[in-house]
């Protein structure tokens, strides 16, 4: 292992556990919070302290709901924000996605279907303004999502200790929450206030992250990576100082292993997975399941021990196609086990039904087919 993946290792293991302390003690703060609700409510609604205790389980429950209510509300309104601020800033709309749930603009109008990112609730991908690909504004399309949810969060300090005061507080302190976890910069989310901050320092990033956007919007519209101009792949082997310029790599990986061209992939990709100063973790686990396809169709040594080694972070992947495509060629090349590869192909036709994007699920299929092909010889 070389000093830079050792480092980047640590750190992301460093902010994950920081973040998950801030989350349980946020969370912590969130049941105390709906205690102390619940004991304002019931001084309000009742007298009796028999009657309390009976209807104290069913309140409770109403206000965890509430509470998804307002978490979800937050969450769509994060990513409209973007949207809003977006168009204000000169993009055009491509998609919207609310969970799993994307609207996104085609060819042949708005089509609406399923996609998940691991580690994502939300995401909002907008089709950069015209110009130049180092001069053009990032910061309101990206922070757009952390605004909104701030001015929510102020428009609900009613202050007073009425119920809906009360409720609409909760909502408040749920939109601290959410304008926390993306406006704090975090490299291994890679979340929105990381972005602004390497945008605003790095014209390199700032042609990355442009890039990245028209690769995306391309897909939308049916474009395959081999009908894509090459310049938007464009990357030379350094030691990336930033997400936004080790995604930029790590795209080129993706277009060479579309294209076929496994050994020079294979090359990039560890030469990224060692090298790269900074990566978002779910661009990390994408990266090493896609280098273990790559390994299996050059009939590489230790395959087993890499597969078991990342089975766990593999399953946070599992509905996402190349998962299931990396899953099938496994199950399939190195395990020679059948049953096992029908399954997970049966997973990854469930998933391209409902997937939005049809020139990767094309693309993927050639690649389903490829594995078969090898089986057979």
């Avoid at 409209?80 to 055009?92: A, K, N, P, Q, R």
Wanted: hydrophobic residues 45%.
């Amino acid at each position: 292992m070389t000093k830079n993946l050792i480092s980047r290792e640590k750190k992301a293991k460093r902010q994950s556990t920081c973040t998950k302390l801030a989350m349980m003690v946020y969370f912590m703060a969130v049941g105390a919070f709906l205690g102390f609700m619940l004991s304002e409510i019931q001084e309000q609604w009742f007298e009796n302290s028999e009657i309390r205790l009976v209807f104290s389980g069913a309140l409770y429950v109403f206000l965890l709901a509430v509470f998804m209510i307002f978490w979800l509300l937050n969450i769509c309104f994060h990513e409209l924000g973007h949207m809003i601020f977006g168009l204000m800033s000169g993009y055009e709309f491509q998609s919207i996605r609310f969970g799993n749930l994307i609207i996104l603009k085609t060819e042949d109008g708005f089509k609406m279907g399923k996609n998940s990112l691991a580690g994502t609730a939300g995401q909002c991908l907008m089709k950069p303004p015209k110009g130049s690909v180092e001069n053009y504004p990032t910061t309101l399309y990206n922070m757009g999502g952390c605004i909104v949810n701030g001015v929510l969060m102020l428009g609900m300090l009613l202050g007073g200790k009425s119920v809906a005061a009360l409720i609409c507080l909760m909502g408040a302190f749920i939109g601290l929450g959410v304008v926390l976890l993306n406006g704090i910069p975090i490299s291994s989310l890679s979340n929105d206030g990381y972005n602004t901050l390497i945008l605003c320092k790095s014209g390199k990033a700032r042609k990355a992250f442009w890039y990245s956007l028209e690769i995306n919007n391309a897909l939308a519209k049916g474009i395959r990576y081999a009908e894509m101009p090459e310049e938007w792949f464009a990357w030379e082997k350094c030691v990336t100082e930033n997400n936004l310029e080790t995604a930029q790599g790590i795209n080129y990986f993706s277009y060479l292993m579309m294209a076929k061209e496994y050994e020079k992939a294979k090359e990039i990709g560890q030469y990224i997975m060692e090298n790269a100063v900074a990566m978002a973790d779910i661009h990390s686990k994408m990266l090493k399941a896609d280098l273990l396809f790559c390994c299996i169709m050059l009939d590489s040594d230790k395959i087993r021990e890499i597969y078991k080694k990342e089975e766990k972070n593999f399953k946070k992947l599992g509905g996402m196609l190349d998962m299931q495509r990396t899953n099938y060629a496994y199950a399939l090349l190195v395990e020679k086990d059948e049953k096992q590869a029908q399954m997970y192909q049966e997973k990854f036709q469930a998933l391209a039904e409902k997937f939005p994007y049809p020139a990767e699920i094309e693309a993927e299929q050639e690649l389903l087919h490829e594995v078969e092909e090898k089986y057979q010889k």
